[in-house]
Nanobody
Framework: VQLVESGGGLVQPGGSLRLSCAAS????????MSWYRQAPGQERELVAA????????NYADSVKGRFTISRDNAKNTVYLQMNSLKPEEAAVYYC?????????????WGQGTQVTVSS
């Protein structure tokens, strides 16, 4: 199983980035996908999530209206479009895949991609 994030980097406040997470080694279309972030000294927090079919999304209140999560099940990839970025949103952004089957929970994480928001 692999989740490989990309697209992070340095962006100025108010700028945009698009993160991608390429999945392999499992049936991507059966998994809900999420993006989390973790800043130094802080807990990991949920940023956005999307259902396996891509028909429902939810967002942290702090990013609603600025971030968009999407997925392409044909490409086994989930995206996070981030607009109007703020300095306090600098963090390592992680991709997560999760599926519950009966009493079993399948939970996979990527290695993270660094987002720096600074002028």
């Amino acid at each position: 199983v692999q989740l490989v994030e990309s697209g992070g980097g340095l962006v100025q406040p108010g700028g945009s980035l698009r993160l991608s997470c390429a999945a392999s080694g499992f049936t991507f279309s059966r998994y809900a996908m999420s993006w989390y972030r973790q800043a130094p000294g802080q807990e990991r927090e949920l940023v956005a999530a999307i259902t396996s079919a891509g028909d429902s999304t939810n967002y942290a209140d702090s990013v609603k209206g600025r971030f968009t999560i999407s997925r392409d099940n044909a490409k086994n990839t989930v995206y996070l479009q981030m607009n109007s970025l703020k300095p306090e949103e600098a963090a390592v952004y992680y991709c997560n895949a999760r599926r519950r089957a009966g009493v079993s929970l399948y939970d996979y994480w990527g290695q993270g991609t660094q987002v720096t928001v600074s002028s």
